[in-house]
């Protein structure tokens, strides 16, 4: 039988080896690798040798976010269960949002990671009510915001090369700080940028700006 092969990234040497343990002790579960950190994770990582990855969300500087960028970039089969999460739905609903396709909560332990897993290969991931109400409020309000939208070819040719990186940042969700940081320019020109985006896409607010690329130029 064909085990499911796995990758774990946590900072806690001590997490690592009980998680490996743990999930070994299921015959149809295979522990390829421990690792530390997502950029240790990208050096080992091929294109079918990995079938989940578990990635702990006390990993600093938005590493998770990282790694299911790279994973959607890359067309990566390999799917993503988010662990130690804070039980805060609209933290969980960023994971899921960015690729994540389970997740499971700080209190829950490693002794539920396996049950996740296999709830996932099962197609029926494990989420709990509060979560499923808030799964279903954003869904509500992509309806509200995407009624009548309608991106335009020719006003997105008249954006700038800085503008097009902003608009990209905007559309993977991250805030004026993290814009800043990643194109080494100052919070408050990120603002300049976000402003002039707007009236030349003629939107109304950033949600409708992070949207456009999602909904075709």
Same mark, same amino acid.
């Given at each position: 039988?064909? !085990?499911?092969?796995?990758? /774990? /990234?946590?900072?806690? &040497?001590? !997490?690592? +080896? ?17 690792? #530390? @950190? ?12 990995? *079938?989940?990855?578990?990635? #702990? ?7 998770? +976010? ?15 269960? =988010?662990?130690?999460? &804070?039980? *805060? &739905?609209?933290? /969980? ?10 997740? =499971? ?5 490693? $002794?539920?990671?396996?049950?996740? /897993?296999?709830?996932?290969? @099962?197609?029926?991931?494990?989420? #709990? ?11 509500? +309000?992509? #309806? ?8 335009? @070819? +020719? ?10 990186? =902003? ?5 993977? $969700? ?29 939107? @109304?607010? !950033?949600?409708?700006? $992070? ?7």
């Amino acid at each position: 039988m064909t !085990r499911t092969r796995i990758f /774990i /990234i946590h900072e806690n &040497p001590a !997490r690592l +080896r009980q998680a490996a343990t743990l999930l070994n002790a299921h015959r149809h579960l295979r522990v390829l690798h421990l690792m #530390s @950190s997502v950029h240790e994770c990208f050096a080992r990582l091929g294109v079918a040798n990995c *079938d989940f990855i578990l990635v #702990s969300a006390t990993l600093p500087n938005e590493e998770v +976010r990282k790694l299911l960028k790279y994973l959607r970039q890359q067309v990566m089969p390999t799917k993503v269960i =988010v662990t130690d999460v &804070p039980n *805060d &739905p609209q933290q /969980i609903l960023t994971y899921i949002a960015a690729g994540a396709v389970g997740y =499971v909560l700080v209190q829950e332990g490693v $002794g539920a990671w396996a049950k996740q /897993i296999e709830a996932v290969c @099962s197609g029926q991931p494990l989420v #709990s009510p509060a979560m499923a109400a808030a799964m279903m409020e954003h869904l509500a +309000r992509l #309806s509200r915001l995407t009624t009548g939208f309608a991106p335009q @070819s +020719r006003l997105y040719a008249n954006l700038t090369r800085r503008e097009h990186e =902003v608009l990209r940042l905007l559309g993977e $969700g991250h805030p004026n700080r993290v814009i800043a940081n990643q194109l080494t320019i100052t919070v408050g020109t990120v603002k300049n940028h976000v402003h002039c985006i707007l009236t030349k896409l003629k939107l @109304s607010h !950033r949600k409708a700006a $992070g949207m456009y690329l999602a909904f075709g130029k």
